[in-house]
């Protein structure tokens, strides 16, 4: 269901950029809505939105995959890959989503700031970049750790990559490259993670 709504979404949004169907607006007020909070254009957050959804869609199936007994005995890499994707997109749409109903950009309470310097978030997803490296590193074989990890290292992605425009136009939050990196490294998680699942699956049916 969540792949046909996201495939839905980016259809009906190249339709509407392709041949200009502002009808379609009509029917949309709230994307119109949401398109002023991410400062992208109305065909653009549909597609965004669209490939989302896709996205939930893809996790839901690895999830169940991920669930079932069959697979279980072969699926350590899948899992880290399922959690590395997880908390990536997690944590994306978390700061996003801060910013945008807190102000953060302009409300100097939400932000935090060291002897004059902006204490930018992706500082932070460079820290839990780095902590979730090392513990991958030296974990041991323990699982925990490893999930642990895994998830440190996909939500200190997600911040980074969540102020990629930031970092690339030299202030600019809102800039298209963010969205674009995002864009880009889930895919590359996503194929990866949907590689494993063929791995696994035909692993199981030796």
């Not at 896709?54 to 699926?75: E, I, Q, V, Y």
């Not at 590395?84 to 997109?89: A, P």
Request: proline fraction near 0%.
């Amino acid at each position: 269901m969540c792949i046909i709504s996201g495939a839905t979404f980016i259809i009906a949004a190249l339709i509407d950029a392709v041949f200009f169907l502002n009808v379609l607006n009509m029917f949309t007020n709230e994307f119109i809505d949401a398109a002023m909070l991410l400062r992208m254009t109305y065909e653009s957050t549909l597609m965004f939105i669209g490939y989302t959804i896709l996205l939930f869609g893809m996790l839901s199936s690895a999830f169940s995959m991920l669930r079932d007994h069959r697979f279980k005995s072969n699926s350590k890499k899948l899992q880290i890959l399922f959690i590395i994707l997880s908390s990536f997109i997690i944590s994306f749409f978390i700061a996003r989503t801060f910013v945008v109903l807190l102000s953060a950009d302009i409300n100097p309470t939400c932000q935090l700031w060291v002897k004059g310097y902006r204490v930018h978030h992706f500082f932070f997803g460079i820290g839990l970049l780095v902590i979730g490296g090392w513990l991958g590193h030296f974990q041991l074989g323990r699982r925990l750790v490893t999930w642990i990890s895994a998830g440190l290292y996909g939500g200190g992605l997600g911040l980074v990559v969540d102020e990629f425009g930031l970092l690339l136009t030299f202030g600019d939050y809102w800039a298209i490259q963010s969205y674009i990196f995002f864009v880009l490294i889930s895919q590359f998680l996503l194929i990866t993670l949907l590689f494993e699942s063929y791995k696994v699956f035909n692993a199981s049916r030796v």
